[in-house]
């Protein structure tokens, strides 16, 4: 029994007195042992106060000085045979220099915090523990340097206690927390899939308020520091408060959300609303002092004001909602309860305790968020187990309105189907009388068609038999002209009476016809070259193709008679193009003698008159140039 005992005493020290023999596995509580100085400015050194401790006073309970002077603590010991070797550990210092002495002088040096680099730290050791290899029964005076620069009051919570027992319940409270932490991954990664297949914005939030939480957590265990930023803790510490607020931010959007409070509680809405405004305005207030004055003491004091501002929120939303929520929005109200309680406790417990209540508020912080996404996914359940029975209701009503519907169809449809026979029987008549008809009415075409053509043919025969018998030359033209026209007459009739419906007659055949027509009557020589520069592509329609035809009759007539008297290469230039697709515009020209100053108006007495009320009855427009010869343009919609 006497080997197991744990020989570790404190050696008189400033007056300090010894502490009792532990036994193997109980932690020595340093701070009822340790002497202390102040170093406001930094500059004692560790030699000049090992050799001198006469500057050194008994650390008392309930002192206080400032927060961010240098501290130097004084403590001597004695190392047992058994287990020789201790860890020295603390919490939340963010700077600490270890110096162990022997008789012989310093042993060792190293540096520990909350705020150390990680390559500043030795190997085994971590932030807040440093693990002191002590020889068997040799006598050692440890200083310790502390520089809290938190702008908290620094706690000198210092102990001491075997490797194998310190590593144990390191790993128990390891385990612990990846417990913990895990079940919050679990729910986050359900949450997460929910909102997924959902799309339900409230399952948004509660990632909002998970993630926040759940950092914060991390962040306050030190864990998000060792993953993310070992080489500069501050900057990974100063997330913590950002996390906090994000998670209060997702608390406020669940409730909202999911208490529709902007349409069901709109009063009340508009006092609330500012809540967001508030929690950012206070996450910037809180970086800024943060990063430039590094006072998380005041940053602690903004926090602790926005909790009652959070619990104000939380209680005046039961009181004004209550009454009127679902059964499963009130299960979100339970946890909503349960984050008002835990607000106010870590409220109280930060104002007594400080910074030493970081180590409990990351355990409930967790308890919270697990508890909280229980009660809203159970609450969520019972809304979609209500949502579920009302779709079934109302796929039941729907079923039978769909029924009484189809028996409206079907006897419409019967009703309808009875109308449409009788209607296709009457059709059916309308149709034989409509073939009979048009049967009736293509003889009397064909009939029509074949007497017109016919009596054509007799005028056009009895004048070109009369021809001959004419002596005098004005009537001898005259008789030609009238001959001309009647042909062109029996060439539209023909023209139309075999055109396919709706594709009209082509401009270029016809002018090709008609030209060689004409020009075996009053040039049987065939002396004049007619050019065509025509697309294939441009038709006539059916009512314009007997004006146009007379107006080619008259032209071509007229070119022929009067314009190539004793002319060496007489010509004629016939062109057609359509414009923007609905007019045409055809020229005609020739290089003949055109109009003369003292030619008399004999050749036009007729001619051209007549064109232009042929050109006016296509609501067209005739212009004429008499440069060159003489030439006609005509533009004709079509």
């Not at 209540?357 to 969520?380: E, K, N, P, R």
């Not at 025969?461 to 005098?472: F, T």
Request: aromatic share 10%; proline share 4%; hydrophobic share 45%.
């Amino acid at each position: 029994m006497l080997l197991a005992l744990l020989l570790i005493t404190i050696a008189p020290a400033a007056g300090r007195p010894l502490s009792p023999p532990l036994l193997a596995g109980q932690r020595l509580i340093l701070s009822s042992h340790l002497s202390m100085v102040e170093d406001s400015k930094g500059l004692m050194s560790a030699d000049s106060l090992f050799r001198n401790p006469q500057g050194f006073q008994p650390l008392t309970n309930g002192w206080k000085g400032n927060p961010t002077s240098y501290y130097w603590l004084r403590a001597s010991i004695h190392s047992d045979s058994i287990s020789p070797s201790r860890v020295l550990s603390f919490s939340h210092l963010t700077y600490v220099d270890i110096y162990l002495y022997s008789n012989n002088g310093l042993v060792l040096h190293k540096l520990a915090g909350a705020f150390r680099p990680r390559d500043e730290l030795s190997e085994g050791d971590g932030r807040l523990f440093t693990i002191l290899p002590l020889q068997p029964g040799k006598d050692y005076t440890i200083l310790l340097q502390v520089h809290h620069t938190k702008h908290y009051q620094p706690v000198f919570d210092f102990q001491m206690q075997s490797k194998r027992v310190f590593f144990d319940g390191l790993r128990l409270r390891e385990t612990f927390d990846a417990a913990l932490l895990g079940a919050v991954c679990l729910f986050f990664l359900y949450t997460l899939l929910s909102w997924i297949v959902s799309r339900f914005r409230p399952y948004a939030w509660l990632l909002l308020f998970i993630s926040g939480i759940g950092l914060y957590v991390i962040g306050s265990s030190g864990y998000l520091i060792e993953w993310l930023s070992p080489q500069d803790p501050e900057a990974g510490w100063m997330m913590n408060v950002h996390f906090l607020h994000a998670g209060m931010l997702g608390l406020y959007f669940l409730l909202a959300d999911f208490w529709r409070l902007r349409t069901d509680f709109p009063r009340f809405y508009t006092w609330v609303r500012w809540v967001p405004a508030i929690i950012a305005v206070s996450s910037i207030a809180s970086f800024c002092i943060d990063y430039f004055t590094s006072n998380y003491t005041l940053t602690a004091t903004i926090a602790c004001v926005e909790h009652p501002v959070m619990l104000a929120f939380i209680v005046s939303a039961l009181y004004t909602c209550w009454s009127r929520l679902s059964p499963a929005q009130r299960y979100l109200g339970y946890g909503i309860m349960l984050c008002g309680a835990t607000g106010l406790f870590i409220t109280v417990n930060a104002m007594v305790n400080e910074e030493r209540a970081i180590a409990t508020s990351s355990v409930v912080g967790d308890c919270i968020v697990l508890a909280t996404v229980l009660l809203f996914s159970t609450g969520l359940k019972e809304e979609m187990r209500h949502h579920e029975v009302a779709k079934q209701a109302a796929l039941a009503e729907l079923n039978r309105l769909q029924q009484h519907q189809n028996s409206i169809l079907e006897n419409k449809v019967a009703e309808r189907t009875e109308e449409l026979a009788i209607s296709n029987k009457r059709l059916l008549k309308q149709k034989q009388l409509l073939g009979e008809r048009n049967t009736k009415i293509e003889t009397l075409i064909n009939e029509l068609n074949h007497r017109v053509k016919n009596n054509l043919q007799l005028l056009y025969s009895l004048l070109s038999l009369q021809l001959p018998m004419v002596k005098d030359g004005a009537s001898r033209e005259i008789l030609k002209g009238n001959i001309g026209k009647i042909r062109a007459m029996m060439l539209v009739n023909q023209k139309l009476f075999n055109f396919d419906q709706g594709r009209g007659v082509s401009l270029c055949e016809f002018i090709g016809e008609m030209a060689a027509h004409l020009q075996k009557i009053y040039d049987t020589r065939e002396k004049t070259r007619i050019l065509q520069d025509i697309p294939a592509g441009i038709r006539l329609t059916d009512r314009h193709t007997l004006s146009f035809g007379l107006i080619l009759s008259e032209l071509f007539t007229n070119t022929f008679k009067h314009a190539f008297k004793d002319h060496a290469d007489p010509c004629i230039h016939v062109q057609a193009k359509s414009l923007n697709g609905n007019l045409l515009e055809f020229i005609y020209s020739d290089n003949g003698m055109g109009i003369a100053d003292n030619d008399n108006d004999e050749r036009f007495t007729m001619g051209i008159p007549l064109i232009r009320d042929l050109t006016r009855q296509m609501n067209g427009q005739m212009s004429i140039n008499e440069e060159s010869g003489l030439s006609y343009c005509f533009t004709i919609p079509v």
